[in-house]
């Protein structure tokens, strides 16, 4: 029997698809350039079932999404107490790209902003790993939730680090203040190399249907994170994983997600599911004008919010 799903989801990105608001993010020039028109969409249940529609094969990096699983490492590579003392957990309610420290402390207010996911990376594998072994880590552990391999883009990385001078300005601040023990450049490449990791949305959609499901990968049924460390992720995802519209989205969507400037979003229903959305127009706060469209759509009509 042909499942009403994808003609439903299809429905959603046709009545999206006339939104012109917005603009890809413009200080990667590799993401300026996008295709503008590109619009897609997918769903993983816990069980492993995915829907994907739209432009559901065209790759794109994964950039801030992902934060919350190189989160999941750190604490998986280092334990929960250690992460703390480096990153916190409190929306900052500034930008992505502040430095947004704890007052009275060095410690970035939480992962999810550009300076917490600096001192996270900088956490990924054991500890004093090379900048190779973290990211060889990194890809290793995206491609097993992805279920096949992933790779990074070598020319959004360099467009990237060639344009970062932000970011390495919030490496040697966390450096001054303590929060890393390796070089400042190295945690900054390293960390723009694990944003430039190239994904589609079902990869996205099985990233967040295993934490939706746990930590364990609906479809392979590989156990990936332990549901403790899943447990603090979805957390900070929900307070702080859309930056300072968190508010905006918990009411309206009610669902803990992350979104990054390529323009992806993924969401993460406990128990149920995992969904991911992609257009790269951009909102003033970073999110895909289309993507928060599409999601504000599905919590409606499928009862997605959790209260
Ligand atoms: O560090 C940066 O600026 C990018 N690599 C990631 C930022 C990002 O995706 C913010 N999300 N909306």
Redesign the pocket.
């Known amino acids: 029997m042909k499942s009403p799903i994808p003609d439903y989801l299809a429905d959603v990105l046709d009545a999206v698809r006339g939104i012109e608001d917005g603009a890809p ?1 413009d ?2 020039d590799v993401l300026a350039r996008a295709d503008v028109s590109r619009l897609a969409v997918a769903l993983a249940t816990v069980d492993g079932e995915v829907y994907a529609v739209g432009d559901h094969d065209v790759e794109f ?1 994964i ?3 992902s ?1 919350p699983f190189a989160y999941a490492l750190a604490i998986e590579d280092n334990g929960l107490d250690r992460v703390l003392e480096r990153v916190g957990v409190e929306p900052s309610g500034n930008a ?2 502040e430095l947004s420290l704890e007052a009275g402390s060095h410690r970035p207010m939480n992962p999810m902003i ?1 300076a917490g ?1 600096i001192a996270t990376h900088a956490l990924v594998a054991t500890p004093g790993a090379s900048r190779e072994a973290r990211i060889t880590r990194f890809v290793d552990v995206m491609s097993r939730l992805a279920g096949r391999p992933l790779s990074v883009d070598e020319a959004v990385f360099d467009a ?1 680090l060639r344009d ?1 001078n ?2 390495m300005g919030l490496g040697y601040m966390l450096k001054a203040g303590g929060m890393l023990d390796c070089d400042p450049g190295e945690a900054v490449s390293g ?2 190399r694990q ?2 990791v190239n994904v589609n949305v079902r990869d996205l959609a099985l990233m967040a249907a295993t934490l939706a499901n746990a930590g364990q990968q609906p479809q392979t049924g590989e156990p990936i994170f332990p549901a403790s460390s899943v447990r603090q992720v979805l957390s900070v995802m929900t307070s702080c994983g859309m ?1 300072d519209a968190a508010g905006d989205w918990i009411t309206t969507v009610g669902i803990p997600a ?5 323009g992806g979003i993924i969401g993460a229903l406990p128990g149920q599911l995992g969904l991911a959305v992609f257009s790269p127009r ?1 909102d003033g ?3 895909s004008v289309r993507g928060v469209a599409v999601c504000e759509r599905l919590s409606r009509d499928m009862g997605l919010h959790m209260m």
């Open positions: 993010a200080y990667i990096s950039q801030s999404i934060k992505f790209n550009n996911a990237e970062g932000r970011n960390y723009i944003c430039s930056y992350k979104s990054g400037v390529a951009l706060h970073g999110n």
